[in-house]
């Protein structure tokens, strides 16, 4: 029971939600509102700007030193050997070689000594003795001496260990780390300027579908208006015609009429819901939401006057497109920085620790030793075929050409001010003019309306009245609309669009 008590709230909350949500009144200030807090566009060119931001922060940093640490361990096959084998095979031998060699020595010595006189026999045999006896006691002293020597040449260089921690600072890279950062400065200002504009155009689509509505809406009350006289028309005549003094054909003319009103109402309403789905999806509403505009039921729409007389310097000045324009073709320049600074000379000074092991800086010794170390690396082109100049004589050409668009959005732009200007004049002029007619055709329907009345004016002469009635407020309708449209179009030819 509870749970069919909270869905049954529940059930009531959402409707009511979505009722408040179908029932909405909506200004044009709101509608401005909303369609610039969801335009997908306009999402994806505030990121752009973000990106554009984190690359110029992400630039600076070139001109701050970086550190880089770099390790590894390496596993070889086979040892680096500084020794031959026959090298080793002496050095393990080497008591036992030496004292083979001084035996032989001593004795042919001791022999020649005897000969001449300088010992006697009994004299060599004991010397003799004396070697055989310390013979061995000093070949194992060698031969362990020379196994030591053996040892302290293995490198042992099988397990390879490095590290190195590294510090560089650029000092003068050609200009190319100052001509990145303009760069990205200028792509900043860039993704502004695109975000402006978007912002501009948003809110020219959201006016122009706005006004699209109330102009359908109003057509839509003038043709309910009209199926209304139409009707009447019909009632009367249909009463003439049991009376006996209207002919059968002049109830099918009204009837025909009837049918025609009819459909101007259904084309009106259609219209009306199909701009309303498009005043929705540009507001970021679900289309199907059934909204209502501030300025439906007004009558009359007070039209704020518009300076057509301003400088077309203020366009210039005002325009997104020629400001993006001019940061294309700044880029452009700072893009010829860049491409000439690699062709400079470029010096940056280096400096670390090294560690390895097995480390040579006290024999070979494996265990982790190392040594600072600073430098200064420079790196100075000598010869590349003219290809750098060939590279900057086409940026160079790429920035003429960005600036020679410049100059053609100029005058399109100036052509469109002053269309633009002549739009809105030709607007006020139509309004007058359609007022002037209303109040003609208001008249005459009274007129027509009056002798039907009277009996002195057919049936044909008050629906020839009815129309020109319907003609006049609909062109009405549409010079109060177009005058909107026209100041619209004439702020954003002055890219002042608030």
């Not at 100052?178 to 501009?200: F, G, K, V």
């Not at 679900?286 to 007004?298: F, N, T």
């Not at 020839?464 to 179009?489: F, H, N, P, Y």
């Amino acid at each position: 029971m509870k749970k069919i008590r909270i869905l049954s709230i529940a059930f009531l909350l959402t409707s009511w939600y979505t009722s408040a949500i179908a029932q909405q009144t909506l200004s044009l200030d709101s509608c401005r509102v909303l369609a610039l807090r969801n335009n997908k566009q306009l999402a994806v060119s505030r990121l752009k700007q973000d990106v554009a931001a984190n690359t110029r922060k992400a630039l600076r940093t070139k001109y701050l030193p970086k550190v880089d640490m770099l390790g590894g361990y390496e596993l070889v096959s086979k040892e680096i050997s500084l020794l031959n084998k026959d090298q080793k095979n002496n050095l393990n031998n080497l008591g036992t070689n030496t004292m083979a060699n001084a035996g032989n020595n001593i004795s042919s010595t001791l022999g020649e000594m005897v000969q001449k006189g300088l010992i006697g026999m009994e004299q060599a045999q004991s010397i003799g003795q004396v070697f055989s006896v310390l013979s061995p006691t000093i070949a194992e002293a060698l031969n362990n001496a020379g196994s030591d020597l053996r040892k302290a040449f293995r490198t042992n260089n099988r397990n390879m260990f490095g590290a190195t921690i590294m510090v560089r600072q650029p000092i003068y890279m050609g200009g190319a780390i100052t001509a990145a950062n303009s760069i990205a400065d200028i792509s900043e200002e860039l993704a502004a300027n695109s975000t402006s504009n978007t912002i501009q155009n948003t809110l020219y689509n959201i006016d122009n579908a706005y006004w699209m509505v109330i102009s359908l809406h109003q057509k839509n009350k003038l043709a309910k208006s009209f199926l209304a006289l139409v009707q009447k028309l019909d009632s009367d005549v249909q009463k003439m015609i049991n009376e006996g003094v209207a002919t059968r054909a002049d109830g099918l003319k009204v009837s025909v009429k009837v049918n025609e009103a009819e459909m101007k109402v259904m084309q009106a309403e259609d219209g009306l819901a199909l701009s309303k789905m498009l005043l929705c999806q540009l507001c970021g509403l679900p289309i199907e939401s059934d909204i209502k505009l501030a300025d439906e039921d007004k009558d009359v729409f007070p039209i704020a006057g518009t300076n057509t007389n301003s400088d077309i310097h203020t366009a210039w000045e005002n325009r997104n497109e020629l400001k993006m324009l001019q940061n294309t073709m700044d880029i452009s320049k700072e893009n010829t920085k860049l491409i000439r600074a690699a062709y400079l000379p470029q010096v940056a000074v280096t400096g670390g620790y090294l560690v390895t092991s097995p480390s040579l800086y006290n024999g070979f010794e494996h265990k982790l030793s190392g040594l600072w170390n600073i430098g200064i690396m420079v790196r100075v082109p000598i010869w590349s075929w003219q290809e750098g100049a060939f590279k900057v004589r086409a940026s160079k050409t790429a920035t003429q050409i960005a600036n020679m668009e410049i100059e053609k959005a100029r005058e399109m732009i100036e052509l469109q001010v002053n269309q633009s200007r002549f739009k809105v004049k030709e607007a006020n002029k139509k309004l007058t003019m359609a007022s002037k007619n209303v109040e003609k055709a208001e008249e005459n329907l009274r007129c027509a309306n009056l002798g039907f009345a009277e009996g002195v004016m057919q049936t044909t002469d008050v629906m020839a009245a009815q129309t020109a009635w319907m003609d006049a407020q609909t062109q009405k309708i549409d010079a109060e609309i177009d005058v909107r449209l026209s100041q619209i179009g004439l702020q954003k030819a002055l890219g002042i669009v608030n």
